[in-house]
């Protein structure tokens, strides 16, 4: 009976579980006297409802048969009982049990007729005033609009999640909108496929060579392109691209293109005699980053006065000496105040910020230390001694009037303090480094920790890399590497690769380890037994707590979803009274290691007595409950204890292996990488060196030598389209537009006058 498609009719008997996010139902329905569990994206599903479903019945392991609806008609209860019912529900905000029986008293069958056309009749019944009847009509109102876009989209096999964005989006004019023009649902506030409003526009007889089907199918194909770190495309790709994908010409692609242009839906920067297009939200970022960079720049002229004597002071405290590179960094720091310390493992970067920090904090400074991740903020207060706080924390996120999720600090609120740290800023993309911007007082100094020989973000943009390539902002790159360092092979091996040399793979008696391995299927039985038993056995290492798998791709026999479900099985197999989920891809089982996979900014965590919101891409965590009788998972993400309800875990993924990319900014104890043969886009150095550095006592190399060498030698990084450092560098090609997003200038007459207010 499972997987089989069905098709069953009844009328909803109890709604037992609804999710108002994205609209995740479990429902009680009554087919032809046969209750039947119902769960599914249905909506806001209420009681008398009667619903046609297409599905399969799938077993609970603890529930038992339930029918999962991919397909869902509804519609409005038709008989005086269950229209009561549906009106006793709450189903309309206003109307509880005992009026919604007066209402059907006099209208009957008619009711809902009534309500959805001619409401204000509803003053006719006793006790309903003209102000309620009109509350009463407007909620009504709303709610015969989303049934209608819920029952318009359903047709096209649109999740409900989708309508009630538009609906959020758009209110009670969404119908009439989506009619108009289906590809406003393609963008960010909704988020709908290209390809089904597309499916729409077609059933509607919109024109293909339609401008605003092309300039949707543009911002389609440059947000697509964000996601493999481009935040801009050249013109002529994007009209390849464009009128491939379109079937449109060059001359309908430049019709709509210049259209596009003069509405500011699209920007265009010329660099090099060469045109790039961005997505607005990307031209604003990178060009206030230009901006305020320049700014920051002016405030930050070197201070005439010798620092040396304070150094001196710092290595006679912490019993320690400063080479020449980290003087002049911490020296730079503190008399400029805009600097990038960078350099790989080893050479000294976290010294030479403690003494950056103790130095500012012996002025009176007050210092706020920031990372983009969790276990990267977690690391730069246990080496500091000072607290820090993920960007997003810091910059705290709260929600506009129109309920997007915004941050509270910005130009109009900047963030308190005289000093901002930022560590690994090689993760940090242009959109969020943006929003930091414009929350730092120009008065503040800015000091940037990174390693620019690290993956870029998984964001868009290159930004460390273009911020030091520009030669604008004053750059220190620590060198050299201390004594106590040159003795971790992990760290030596980390040089050469960054250099080109190839590792030592030789020694068998340190913190670095190479297995030869030709087959994946080895591979992969070595990877298992390591870190279930071998390590665990050898080092005490925890296979949860401690271990780390990293692996290039998400594909393939050694790729970290099939790694991932070996390794589940080998550390946390089903038992007895061990509660488990299945999702489409994991089944999720208590005890399991799991990782967050996308920025979910209102998931609510405690940690002692301490409450906050949000849990980010990137984030690692262990389920410790799965309740299935409440649909909710409990995982603790380094102490922050958060409930899942199940529909939430589509954002999560398992994480005994997880792909290079996402280990950034994260240090394990120990991490074993398997590397493939094939997969050349993936083969590179700074892949590979990033990998390495993961490592903070072990690191277990499982591949070939040729593997290994050939990655080294390909230092063919990734390119990514972004004119950052143009920017930067002040070209002139590019006249910028007039909009109504603020920029610098703007908001230094912002920041005057309310000075002079405050005044």
Not at 72 to 85: A, H, Y
Not at 91 to 111: D, E, S, W
Not at 297 to 325: C, G, M, Q, T
């Amino acid at each position: 009976m499972e997987n089989e498609l069905l098709h069953i009719e009844g009328t909803v008997e109890n709604v037992l579980f609804r999710n108002a996010e994205n609209g995740y139902t479990v429902l009680d329905l009554d087919a032809g006297g046969e209750l039947i569990t119902v769960v599914g994206e249905l909506g806001e599903i209420e009681e008398g409802e009667g619903l046609i479903l297409e599905g399969s019945y799938v077993t609970h392991r603890r529930f038992g048969t339930q029918f999962r609806a991919e397909y869902c008609e509804r519609k409005l209860p038709d008989t005086v009982v269950n229209i009561e019912k549906y009106l006793a529900s709450g189903a309309i905000k206003g109307i509880g049990p005992g009026l919604a029986r007066k209402i059907v008293a006099v209208f009957g069958a008619q009711t809902l007729d009534v309500m959805e056309h001619d409401p204000m009749r509803l003053s006719e019944i006793k006790g309903i005033s003209t102000a309620k009847c009109a509350e009463i009509a407007d909620e009504a109102r709303k709610l015969f609009t989303l049934r209608c876009i819920l029952s318009f989209l359903s047709q096209y096999e649109i999740r409900s999640q989708f309508a009630m964005r538009v609906y959020r989006k758009y209110g009670s004019d969404s119908m009439e909108l989506i009619k108009m023009n289906p590809y406003i649902m393609c963008s960010e506030a909704v988020e709908l496929d290209f390809r089904k409003a597309d499916e729409i526009a077609s059933d509607l007889r919109m024109s293909r060579i339609d401008s605003r089907r092309v300039i949707a199918g543009m911002q389609y194909i440059l947000r697509a392109n964000t996601s493999l770190g481009h935040s801009c495309l050249p013109l002529e790709t994007l009209s390849a691209k464009a009128t491939n994908a379109l079937g449109v010409s060059e001359h309908d692609f430049y019709e709509s293109y210049n259209l596009a242009l003069d509405d500011n839906e699209l920007f265009e920067y010329i660099k090099n005699d060469r045109e790039y297009v961005y997505l607005p939200d990307y031209f604003y970022a990178e060009q206030f980053i230009a901006d305020r960079i320049h700014i920051l720049k002016d405030f930050s002229s070197p201070e005439n006065f010798d620092y040396d004597a304070l150094i001196d002071i710092e290595e006679e405290e912490h019993n320690i000496r400063y080479e020449a590179l980290q003087r002049q960094a911490i020296t730079t720091a503190v008399s400029r105040g805009l600097m990038i310390l960078t350099g790989g493992p080893g050479t000294g970067k976290t010294t030479t910020l403690n003494a950056i920090i103790s130095l500012f904090e012996k002025r009176g400074s007050r210092v706020l230390l920031t990372a983009p991740t969790g276990r990267a903020a977690k690391r730069m207060s246990d080496l500091t001694g000072n607290d820090a706080k993920t960007i997003h924390r810091l910059l705290e996120v709260v929600y506009d009037a129109g309920g997007r999720t915004v941050f509270a600090h910005n130009e109009t609120n900047p963030l308190d303090c005289d000093v901002l740290v930022v560590d690994e800023m090689s993760m940090v993309d242009v959109l969020l480094f943006e929003k930091l911007l414009r929350a730092v007082r120009l008065g503040c100094k800015l000091i940037l920790v990174g390693d620019s020989d690290q993956l870029p973000s998984v964001g868009a943009g290159n930004l460390l890399s273009d911020l030091i390539a520009s030669g604008i902002v004053p750059t220190i790159m620590l060198k050299e590497i201390f004594r106590q360092a040159r003795q971790s092979c992990i760290i030596t091996n980390a040089h050469r690769i960054v250099s080109g040399e190839y590792p030592d793979l030789t020694q068998k008696n340190n913190d670095f380890f190479f297995f030869k391995r030709d087959d994946p299927e080895k591979s992969l039985r070595l990877v298992a037994d390591l870190v279930r038993t071998r390590l665990p056995k050898a080092y005490g290492y925890s296979p949860t707590e401690d271990i780390q798998v990293l692996t290039p791709s998400r594909k393939g026999t050694l790729g970290s979803i099939e790694l991932n479900k070996v390794l589940q099985q080998e550390i946390n197999p089903p038992a007895p009274g061990k509660a488990e989920y299945k999702s489409h891809i994991f089944t999720f089982r208590e005890g399991d290691k799991v990782m967050q996979t996308r920025n979910n900014y209102d998931i609510v965590w405690s940690r002692s007595h301490e409450q906050g919101t949000g849990i980010y891409n990137g984030d690692i965590g262990i389920i410790r409950k799965i309740t299935p009788g409440a649909m909710t998972a409990v995982i603790d993400f380094d102490g922050r204890i958060a409930s899942y309800p199940f529909d939430l875990l589509s954002q999560i993924e398992l994480a005994y292996a997880i792909t290079v990319h996402k280990s950034q900014g994260c240090e394990f104890e120990a991490v074993i990488i398997p590397l493939m043969e094939g997969f050349e886009k993936l083969s590179y150095r700074n892949l590979l060196y990033t990998a390495v550095t993961r490592a903070k006592k072990l690191l277990i190399l499982i591949g070939s030598e040729e593997k290994i060498n050939s990655m080294v030698d390909n230092n063919k990084r990734t390119k990514r389209y972004t004119c950052l450092r143009n920017m930067l560098t002040g070209s002139p090609e590019m006249k910028p537009p007039q909009t109504d997003n603020p920029g610098i200038l703007e908001v230094l007459g912002m920041i005057e006058r309310k000075e002079n207010n405050n005044g």
